[in-house]
């Protein structure tokens, strides 16, 4: 799978293989969600914590069929009901320690977006339009047996290696399948630049859901333009059913989603994270619980 910009190298997404059933024989992210509660508690702070976890897509976007072991999965609807069923059981872990918000992190419905990558993904998995609809039928397993008030998210990033990106295209060939298919509680969505496409899928999101429009960047080091912000986000707010109400703001990613790390300092990151809550104190007031 190859990007449609220019590689700065470093980092390679891991190719996984399939050689067994799937299993989930403990949890994997508890260990650290109790780490960072410790944290926050340890300074006197509160907050929910969000656990970001890899979207059960991962597993299969990058692969053909002779990665996924054939002894195990003859057929590939076991495979994606195992896939489904650990996915039940390390939310249920999660919520178990106390976590009350999960992030999907799915590249790969963003990647569909992408003219030149969509291309490669059906010489490896077939119609494009079947293969998202099957994604989001993949996710909702993923978390249909979550309690009530366990959030779930998904975040579409188009790649955030060392202020790169790794694909481009607006979200208008997956937004429907996005928005009213999946059974997600908030969208975090990357509009950082051209890159992502204009506003205009937001048309189809349902009132009684949440998009966190991506629209400041983390892969820059200088500051967004105020005004500008302020600007797009009430032009995202003209295609939502309910306006600023079903709107947050943020970075279209993270600071650092490789090691690496982008290309801005320490401080560099926590005067753009002190402008995204100025922002959203203007737009929204000073009350910016949700």
């Not at 914590?49 to 076991?78: Q, W």
């Not at 188009?158 to 694909?167: I, Q, V």
Request: hydrophobic share 40%; charged share 25%; glycine share 6%.
């Amino acid at each position: 799978m190859a990007s449609t910009n220019i590689s700065v190298g470093g980092t390679m997404p891991p190719r996984l293989v399939v050689v067994d059933k799937i299993t989930h024989p403990k949890p994997i992210q508890v260990d650290d969600f109790k780490y960072l509660e410790s944290q926050i508690a340890a300074v006197g702070a509160k907050g929910t914590t969000k656990v970001c976890i890899p979207s059960p897509t991962m597993i299969h976007f990058r692969n053909s069929r002779e990665t996924i072991d054939e002894k195990a999965y003859p057929t590939l609807d076991p495979f994606f009901a195992d896939l489904a069923r650990v996915f039940q059981e390390e939310l249920d872990d999660l919520y178990k320690a106390g976590a009350r918000f999960v992030q999907l992190d799915d590249t790969n419905l963003a990647y569909l977006c992408d003219p030149k990558m969509r291309a490669e993904a059906e010489q490896r998995h077939g119609d494009a339009n079947e293969l998202a609809r099957q994604y989001a039928d993949l996710i909702n397993a993923a978390i249909s047996k979550r309690p009530s008030d366990l959030t779930i998210g998904i975040h579409l990033c188009r790649g955030n290696h060392r202020s790169h990106w790794f694909a481009q295209g607006g979200y208008e060939p997956v937004a429907e399948v996005l928005f009213k298919q999946l059974d997600v509680d908030v969208y975090f969505l990357e509009y950082d630049d051209a890159r992502s496409g204009d506003f205009s899928p937001l048309r189809h999101l349902p009132a009684d859901k949440t998009v966190v429009l991506g629209v400041l960047s983390s892969k820059k080091a200088a500051l967004d333009d105020r005004a500008e912000i302020v600007k797009r986000l009430h032009e995202a707010a003209a295609f939502c059913p309910r306006g600023l109400q079903q709107l947050c703001l943020s970075h279209q990613c993270g600071f650092s989603s490789t090691s690496e790390g982008n290309d801005l300092t320490e401080d560099e990151q926590w005067a753009k994270i002190r402008l995204e809550v100025e922002i959203a104190k203007e737009v929204w007031g000073e009350d910016l619980s949700i």
